[in-house]
């Protein structure tokens, strides 16, 4: 089975911007507004509500045919059937992880602001990259900056999928696919709009 092509808007759920009660919704607008892949996010603590929307979210994406990722949690997405995860500096390696999931899953790991990460992820299988913040972030704010001459030198040393996260907006996107970037991690400019199906809409044109 064919994985799906980590390119095109990657909309990231964040529990400050989107209450239970408009979690499924949201996202199912983000994804009528061209979304082609969704992660859900939840940093916090509450085992059985991140479950329940987990599964919500899955069964959504599945309906609509977009893959749902999974922030940092293996099990979560084992359980759930998710078509992959994300995972970071302090979540397991990269080959356990890939043990766990199996080779049809989606694994894509962050790589901050160092290209050496980045090489390491590749030559272990990860199906994409993610460097970033490469804007200044209001969700992260504190975050590690990514600078443009950094992606430029990553598409020219990998082969596998560019994932830019950070301050990210239809208006400074431009630059990062023309330093090669394949997909644009996007949270606020999305979720934290009035009309998020349009947000959305406005950055999936940029790709067409």
């Known amino acids: ?24 919704a949201a996202v199912e607008h983000a994804i009528l507004g061209g979304a082609q892949l969704v992660q859900y996010r939840d940093k916090s603590g509450a085992v059985a509500r991140r479950l329940a929307q987990a599964q919500a979210l899955n069964h959504l994406c599945r309906h609509h045919q977009i893959p ?3 922030n940092d949690d293996v099990e979560l997405a084992v ?4 078509a992959g995860v994300h995972i970071g500096r302090d979540d397991p390696a990269f080959s356990t992880v890939r043990a766990r999931l199996g080779e ?6 962050s790589c901050y602001d160092r290209l050496d990460l980045a090489l390491k992820a590749e030559r272990a299988g990860a199906d994409y990259v993610a460097f970033g913040a490469v804007f200044p972030s209001p969700t992260k704010p504190t975050e590690i900056r990514a600078p443009l001459s950094l992606l ?12 830019a996260i950070g301050g990210i907006t239809p208006e400074n996107a431009p630059v990062l696919l023309e330093a090669g970037v394949d997909a644009l991690a996007v949270i606020s400019a999305v979720f934290a709009q009035p009309d ?3 947000a ?4 999936a044109l940029l790709f067409a």
């Open 1 to 24: 089975m064919n994985k799906p092509a980590c390119r095109g808007l990657y909309a990231i759920t964040d529990a400050l911007l989107l209450p239970d009660d408009r979690l499924v």
């Open 68 to 70: 749902l990722i999974i």
């Open 79 to 82: 359980q759930i059937g998710a």
């Open 104 to 109: 049809n899953a989606l694994i894509g790991v």
């Open 152 to 163: 430029r030198e990553a598409r020219a040393a990998l082969q596998v999928p560019i994932v």
């Open 196 to 198: 998020i199906q349009a």
């Open 200 to 203: 959305a809409r406005r950055f």
